[in-house]
């Protein structure tokens, strides 16, 4: 099973920073099949990102992914008050058994 | 548009059984491998369970197998999740996916309280 550990747990940023989210894999993600999610309170996740730097239908510029095999990014280029959120990432290459990262919160500083 | 509806949650005694029910629309289901993803209060998503487009693959997390039982249903576009035996570990709200040509597609989630 492939694990992935999100970074930092919480990211403390003011409207307008640049935030920069981790997601590290046990192992290689092949195809760079690992996405992002965007979570709010009582919400589903909503996909922000596929195959690693595919924006999806919808989703802001400001919102960037980025990486290969084991590591990926995901960056916030400048915050807005409706992206303090919890965010998770996800990889499907091993299909059918999709894993998650633990999240990581980002919050008004 | 695509539409993914889950329908069943509720509050359970442990020990008791539940079926949840997901109705989708918008696309071609038949074509589609279906998924149920859970969430704890609190807490990160989990992978549960996969069928596949045809119904004759299943797949479950090792916390559910022999528990939890995933089916679909072509005639009526939806996919189902027979939970029985349920802990209160199981308390979530659970979502109902599939993966599209290039996208995700997520259900708005139905809650399942196991609790006496």
């Known amino acids: 099973e492939i694990v992935l550990t999100q970074s930092p747990g919480t990211l403390s940023l003011s409207p307008g920073e640049r935030a920069t989210l981790s997601c590290r894999a046990s192992?290689?993600?092949?195809?760079?099949?690992l996405a992002w999610y965007q979570q709010k309170p009582g919400q589903a996740p909503r996909l922000l990102i596929y195959?690693?730097?595919s924006r999806a239908t919808g989703i802001p510029d400001r919102f960037s992914g980025s990486g290969s095999g084991t590591d990926f990014t995901l960056t916030i280029s400048r915050l807005e008050p409706e992206d303090f959120a919890v965010y998770y990432c996800?990889?499907?290459?091993?299909?059918?058994?999709?894993?998650f990262g633990q999240g990581t919160k980002v919050e008004i500083k | 548009e695509v539409q993914l509806l889950e329908s069943g949650g509720d509050l359970v005694q442990p020990g008791g059984s539940l079926r949840l029910s997901c109705a989708a629309s918008?696309?071609?289901?038949?074509?589609?491998?279906m998924t149920w993803v859970r969430q704890a209060p609190g807490k990160g998503l989990e992978w549960v369970s996969h069928?596949?487009?045809?119904?004759?693959?299943?797949y479950y997390a090792d916390s559910v197998k022999g528990r939890f039982t995933i089916s679909r249903d072509s005639s009526k576009n939806t996919v189902d999740l027979q939970m029985n035996s349920l802990r209160a570990e199981d308390t979530a709200v659970y979502y109902c996916?599939?993966?599209?040509?290039?996208?995700?597609?997520w259900g708005q989630g139905t809650l399942v309280t196991v609790s006496s």
């Open positions: 996916a599939f993966k599209g040509v290039s996208r995700f597609y």
């Open positions: 918008g696309f071609t289901f038949s074509n589609y491998a």
């Open positions: 069928i596949s487009y045809s119904g004759g693959d299943t």
């Open positions: 192992q290689s993600v092949s195809s760079n099949y």
């Open positions: 195959a690693a730097s």
């Open positions: 996800q990889q499907y290459a091993s299909s059918p058994r999709w894993t």
